[in-house]
């Protein structure tokens, strides 16, 4: 069975530092990866997404992820955080038969002004 | 264009109740997915829809139930309610089949007594 790990509850980081979440797959071959971001009031969001080819991705607001098959990790990043930022991040898998994602435990990013 | 509409935002119950969720999706879209989001659990896939049909089922009791009209608006049912049965009910569509890229609406907050 497929599984993600978020190894990471709680960050917090200053506004304009850069970010990184980590986050690893278990999945016998390459699933579809993602990130989705939950905010207050606004519903889960598609932040990116990885299928094939070029393993970094770049996604909306300035974020990106390298996907790393030898490390089985999806990492995201993002260069300087906006204090807009604030919010749930989870990595997310599928394995393509059908819509049905695999939700990592996710990750509280906190950002100090 | 309209996101995806879930109705009741918010609802409470009491133990034995039953409770119907109901989902519009984004216009076109004909997948329809639900899950359910607890503090405890996280993010859980309860099943998705395509064309009135059942094409992936979660690991939930039979209690848990739902279906898809011929407009691709759904509903989902939970019976004989429980304690455990509070959460957040997240409803998500998509205009593609098997790529996990979902939009999701803001939930339905069910709360048993």
């Known amino acids: 069975a497929q599984s993600v790990t978020q190894p990471d509850i709680h960050i917090t980081v200053s506004e304009g530092a850069s970010l990184e979440l980590r986050c690893n797959y278990s999945y016998g071959a390459t699933p579809y990866l993602f990130w989705y971001v939950q905010s207050p009031g606004q519903g889960l969001q598609l932040l990116l997404k990885y299928f094939s080819g070029d393993t970094l991705v770049q996604g909306i607001k300035g974020f990106e992820a390298e996907f790393k098959r030898s490390q089985s990790s999806f990492n995201l990043r993002k260069p300087s955080v906006h204090w807009s930022d604030a919010a749930e991040y989870f990595c997310v898998l599928s394995t393509g038969g059908g819509n049905k994602l695999t939700f990592g435990t996710g990750t509280q990013l906190k950002v100090e002004l | 264009k309209a996101g995806v509409t879930q109705t009741p935002r918010y609802l409470i119950k009491t133990r034995g109740q039953q409770v119907t969720l109901s989902c519009s999706p984004i216009?076109?879209?004909?997948?329809v997915s639900w899950y359910q989001q607890t503090p405890g659990q996280g993010l859980q896939f309860l099943f998705e829809y395509f064309s009135e049909t059942q094409r992936n089922k979660g690991n939930f009791p039979g209690r848990f139930s739902g279906r898809q009209f011929s407009n691709s608006r759904s509903e989902m049912n939970v019976s004989t309610l429980e304690l455990g049965d509070s959460a957040l009910y997240l409803c998500?569509?998509?205009?593609?089949?098997?790529?996990?890229?979902?939009?999701f609406g803001e939930g339905s907050r069910l709360t048993v007594l």
């Open positions: 216009s076109g879209h004909r997948s």
């Open positions: 998500a569509s998509s205009g593609q089949l098997d790529t996990g890229e979902l939009f």
